[in-house]
């Protein structure tokens, strides 16, 4: 499995139109091969930003970069950076890939 993040360094008081952005767009994730999940993730607040980040995982990294690709790719992100709120963050979203190399999960519980 491979896992993509992007963090994003929001603005204070912009928390609302970066989630509604994200919220109300059409990922077109649901069609790509190789696709299993994907998480917006709020995270701590500091003095000038809110920490988010988006987090998609993926059945390889191959998967995720044929999506980087792709027609859906495009169509995905043909807004962003776009938001007419003017700009959201503080800076371009920080990308991190990671190759998973342990999952743990919960045990179907035993009746």
Known sequence: MFIAMNRFRVK??????????????????????????????????????????SQTV??????FEAWTKSEEFRAAHARAGNETTGPLYLE??????????Q??????AVA
Not at 58 to 63: D, E, G, K, L, M
Not at 92 to 101: I, N, W
């Open 12 to 53: 204070r008081g912009a928390e609302e139109a970066f989630e509604k952005v994200w919220l109300s767009r059409d990922s077109h994730l649901e069609r790509v091969p190789g696709f299993i999940e994907f998480h917006l993730l709020r995270g701590p607040q500091a003095e000038d930003h809110t920490l988010y980040a």
């Open 58 to 63: 993926w059945q390889s990294r191959a998967a």
């Open 92 to 101: 371009h979203p920080k990308f991190e890939g990671f190759e998973v190399r």
């Open 103 to 108: 999952t743990l999960a919960r045990k179907a």
